[in-house]
């Protein structure tokens, strides 16, 4: 009878020279290493598993239309278009049911039309900018920068959704609104978008075209274009923006400057310039918001409002001044988003009507 020490020399033969054992085994095997003490080998990468898709044609055009901007152009528009209703001729506003479903549709066309005239603005300037939004983080995935969609497209989707638009505010509103969205769609593409790499000028001159949508409501609704609303509507709209975008800019300073944009931030390391600028810009602000009541054009209501909120903004500002860091910053861009519509919408619920 064999020995317990040659039936064990014999199984290890037999598993060393089997073909289907595996390389890696044998050695273990010869040395009588069981094979619930085999070192714990990583996963491998799966080689059939995909990188994420794509977000899909659709997905790319609607971003193309800066969907968050495009809404704050939206609710302007409406802003300006509802201002506008109670100071026009008594003859041309009634309460009868005709009257105020031409109204919606009014509100609805006017609005409309000027989102996708800022569709096709922003599509223009994301073709633009598409070589220095690859080297911003919070723009390095939009479908221009990473070359998903090319400028034929971008031509084709701007044509259409700016004719569109143009049609529309001529339709609902009239040539006047027409015009002033054509005004602010070539300003923000030949005016505002090139001089962002030339001057810190740009987010002045951009405040311009970024100011006109409450007016294209205003106008389109058929209200007279010096009125002091319509002219209140539009320099707060316009004043707001400064100390809002130096507050952005001020955030993400080092991708603007890493993207070759002249930002005020940018060329203003310390940050003196730039919080004195956004100070002295809300300052004119919360004098600019009491137009509207010495004109007689606006309540008591909206004085007690516009007041309180201008404080407030400047009290942000004048903060950034004081600290010149990136949280009095932020402060200030989150007090700018509560002032804009607690403002604008203060001045739409409380007329003062002659």
């Known amino acids: 009878m064999p020995s317990r020490q040659a039936i064990l020399s014999a199984t290890r033969v037999r598993w060393s020279s089997s073909p289907s054992t595996p390389k890696l085994l044998t050695p273990l095997c010869r040395r009588g290493t069981a094979l619930t003490e085999l070192p714990p080998t990583s996963p491998q990468p799966d080689p059939h598993q995909s990188s994420p898709p794509d977000p899909g044609l659709v997905t790319d055009l609607y971003q193309l239309a800066k969907p968050r901007l495009t809404l704050l152009v939206v609710l302007t528009t409406a ?37 996708l005239m800022a569709a096709a603005a922003n599509a223009l300037n994301q073709w633009w900018e598409r070589t220095p939004d690859q080297l911003m983080k919070r723009t390095a995935g939009r479908a221009t920068a990473t070359g998903r969609i090319g400028g034929k497209i971008i031509l084709i989707y701007s044509v259409i959704t700016g004719g569109l638009g143009g049609s529309l505010l001529y339709f609902f509103g009239n040539s006047l609104a027409s015009l002033l969205g054509l005004l602010s769609l070539t300003l923000y593409i030949l005016v505002y978008t090139p001089m962002k790499k030339r ?22 609704a058929g209200a007279p274009l ?50 004195r600028t956004a100070l002295l810009w809300s300052l004119f602000l919360w004098a600019l918001s009491l137009v509207p009541v010495l004109s007689g054009a606006a309540g008591a209501g909206y004085l007690t409002i516009a007041s309180v909120a201008g404080a407030y903004l400047t009290f942000r500002a004048f903060t950034l001044a004081q600290t010149r860091d990136r949280a009095a910053a932020r402060r200030l861009f989150l007090a700018s988003l509560i002032y804009l519509p607690v403002v604008l919408g203060a001045l739409v619920a409380n007329p003062s009507i002659s």
């Open 226 to 275: 010096q009125h002091p609303v319509g002219m209140s509507l539009f320099g707060i709209l316009f004043s707001w923006q400064i100390p809002h975008f130096l507050a952005i800019a001020w955030m993400h300073r080092e991708e603007y400057e890493a993207a070759g944009f002249r930002m005020l931030p940018v060329v203003d390391p310390e940050g003196h310039r730039t919080a």
């Open 199 to 220: 001057t810190t000028l740009n987010t002045l001159f951009g405040a311009i075209p970024g100011a006109l949508p409450p007016l294209i409501g205003w106008c389109g």
């Open 79 to 115: 802003l300006g278009v509802a201002a506008a209703w109670p100071f026009l001729p008594r003859h041309e506003f009634g309460l009868t049911t005709p009257e105020i479903l031409h109204r919606i549709n009014q509100l609805l066309g006017i609005s409309g039309g000027t989102a």
